[in-house]
């Protein structure tokens, strides 16, 4: 007797077990959701990009030359018509004495023909001399005179010449590069200094070619710099693809010149287009397998909560370099967005709202 009161006891136990592992299991789990909410959404591109100055120029002599001395440092802001360098030409004394004797030989020439084509017009005057003759003799003086402009011109290059042992600076600027020591020698295609002007700046920053496909000349652009928000705007974008980082090079132009020196790296923001009333979610709410086709094509599953149960959802959307996405298609104003796709228990279920 006291046997089946035992057994009884048991059963009566493993039923209100079972009643209490039903009544959990029936009971809604929680997950996180977002209720999805249409706005103004902004599609900005962050980059980092580097001041450059637009209008640069090499300083160098014409001749190749010696460098004596310079005179300004790098960094140091410079006037049109400062001295830059002291240099002294290789070989000008000897082309200044070559050209002084071919204009003093010259001279004599046309000396001495003045006076022949004078006596000879006496000898013409008393029938002496034929016309003809007489024409020869003018006809060599034109030519002597022109040979000598010509070797007069000649000096006063070489002379212009000796004078640019003075580089002079061609604008004002800021001095970026010393190219050469005192006691080097340069010519036009190695130079002294590098200057650039402070006044027509750029920046410049390469960008991923999928993403440069969006940009055009014209777009909108933000500068970040000393806690500053400046304006300006995409004024170049390369037509060809680096193949070296595989991607092309972007020129924005601020509104206003920057207090910053060149080659000083800034944060840019590129505006590249305004969705009105368009609804975002996290990428992350995207479902694992999904991504990779989403990069590729802007598609992807989500897991929208309907009624108890977590339901599969294929979507389109536009891909971008952001935590959020913007929806194309298949999702509404007011559904529930299962935030952790990779983890959802078996249902019933029931959503939080997650801030």
């Not at 020698?185 to 991923?208: C, F, K, Y």
């Not at 000393?226 to 193949?243: C, E, F, R």
Request: with cysteine; proline share 5%; net charge positive.
């Amino acid at each position: 007797m006291q046997k089946r009161h035992y057994i009884g006891i048991g059963c009566l136990l493993l039923a209100l077990a079972a009643v209490l592992v039903w009544q959990r299991a029936a009971q809604p789990k929680p997950v996180p959701i977002e209720v999805l909410r249409p706005s103004e959404v902004n599609l900005d591109l962050g980059l980092t990009g580097r001041l450059q100055a637009q209008d640069r120029v090499t300083v160098a002599p014409l001749l190749s030359s010696r460098v004596e001395a310079l005179h300004a440092e790098e960094g140091a802001m410079v006037k049109s018509g400062q001295l830059l360098a002291t240099v002294s030409v290789l070989a000008l004394s000897a082309q200044n004495e070559q050209a002084r004797a071919l204009r003093n030989q010259a001279a004599a020439q046309v000396a001495q023909l003045e006076q022949d084509l004078a006596r000879e017009r006496r000898l013409q005057q008393q029938g002496f001399l034929s016309d003809a003759a007489l024409a020869r003799r003018e006809s060599e003086l034109a030519q002597a005179r022109a040979a000598l402009a010509a070797s007069t011109a000649g000096t006063r290059e070489t002379v212009a010449k000796q004078q640019e042992t003075r580089i002079l600076a061609p604008m004002d600027g800021i001095v970026l590069r010393r190219l050469a020591d005192p006691g080097a020698i340069v010519d036009g295609r190695n130079g002294i200094m590098e200057l650039a002007s402070p006044h027509t700046q750029l920046l410049e920053a390469d960008i991923d070619e999928a993403i440069a496909d969006q940009l055009r000349p014209g777009m909108a652009a933000k500068i970040r710099w000393q806690d500053k928000q400046l304006d300006g705007s995409v004024s170049y974008l390369a037509p060809d693809v680096d193949t070296a980082t595989g991607g092309r090079l972007v020129r924005i132009t601020p509104k206003q010149s920057l207090a910053a020196p060149i080659g000083r790296s800034m944060d840019l923001i590129i505006r590249v287009a305004t969705l009105p009333d368009s609804i975002t979610i996290p990428r992350s709410a995207l479902l694992s397998g999904s991504t990779a086709q989403a990069a590729a094509q802007g598609t992807g599953e989500v897991l929208v909560l309907q009624g108890d149960k977590a339901v599969r959802r294929t979507i389109r959307f536009r891909d971008w370099p952001a935590e959020r996405v913007a929806v194309l298609a298949g999702l509404r104003a007011g559904e529930q967005l299962v935030l952790s796709p990779r983890a959802v228990p078996a249902p019933p279920l029931r959503g939080v709202v997650t801030e």
